[in-house]
């Protein structure tokens, strides 16, 4: 071992004194400045020590408060993401239930409007002239084909024409709504010179009753007709009765684009 400048001049002071006959007493306070310095140096070397032990020992505390740190800034970041997936959620849940509020409304505005008018057209109903219900969630009055028009024809009867103004005399109330009016035939097949198939007459039948309303003061622009044929049955062709029932003309209600869903605020 390397001894420091200051013991090493003091030991070969204390060789060189032994053998050139120095005082004993000067090689005892010698020996004890080398004890001293030597404790010295055990001091400053132990005190060395203990200061890199508490060095050490900061690092390592400053090492768990930062990860601490972190890790209080990861569930904090965690905590405030998971918040705000939640108000997201909730947002998201109180929409659908607006939503769902207001289909319910609507359901219940048609549902009066249908009970309603069933009420109003309770004679028609009950003589077998008129059905009153809902197809394809759409209020339908049906009208069998046999009352209005004769058969192969598509000019209103006579008797067509008054039941059909009874008809419009309970809708008069409702003339601010659109209608469609849909002919329908059974599976017959027809062809004549005017009426090659059975398109061109449910389509005809549907523009007389059409034109029928026009003149009884219903707006030409909340009016449509189509023809069906016999593609849109309600019963099979497989009796004289079903046939009749699909020989028809239906007065289908359009409904308010306030009462179907927001179809733009439904996820891809």
């Known amino acids: 071992m390397k001894l420091p400048l200051p013991l090493f001049a003091l030991l070969l002071a204390t060789v060189a004194g032994t053998g050139c006959g120095i005082k004993k007493e000067t090689h005892q306070k010698a020996l004890n400045e080398i004890s001293a310095l030597q404790q010295q140096l055990d001091d400053a070397r132990r ?35 998971k918040g705000e997936q939640l108000a997201k959620e909730m947002q998201a849940t109180v929409g659908e239930l607006e939503e769902l509020r207001r289909q319910r409304e609507a359901s219940a505005k048609r549902l009066a409007a249908f009970r309603k008018l069933q009420e109003r057209f309770r004679a028609l109903v009950d003589t077998g002239k008129l059905e009153v219900g809902f197809r394809n969630g759409q209020m339908v009055l049906k009208l069998p084909s046999g009352i209005l028009f004769a058969s192969a024809a598509a000019d209103l009867s006579k008797g067509g024409e008054a039941a059909l103004a009874e008809v419009l005399s309970v809708l008069e109330e409702f003339k601010d709504r659109r209608f469609v009016i849909a002919g329908h035939t059974d599976n017959e097949p027809i062809k004549t010179k005017k009426f090659p198939n059975n398109w061109y007459l449910s389509t005809a039948r549907a523009l007389s009753v059409l034109e029928f309303m026009v003149d009884a003061g219903f707006a030409s622009q909340n009016l449509g007709a189509a023809g069906y044929g016999e593609f849109d049955p309600v019963a099979p062709n497989d009796t004289p009765e079903n046939k009749q029932l699909n020989r028809r003309i239906e007065i289908i209600l359009v409904p308010d684009l306030s009462e179907l869903p927001n179809l733009a605020a439904e996820p891809n």
């Open 47 to 81: 005190q060395d020590e203990e200061r890199a032990k508490r060095l050490a020992d900061l690092e390592a505390s400053l090492e768990s408060t930062r990860s601490e740190r972190d890790s209080e800034s990861a569930e904090a970041r965690a905590a405030r993401e």
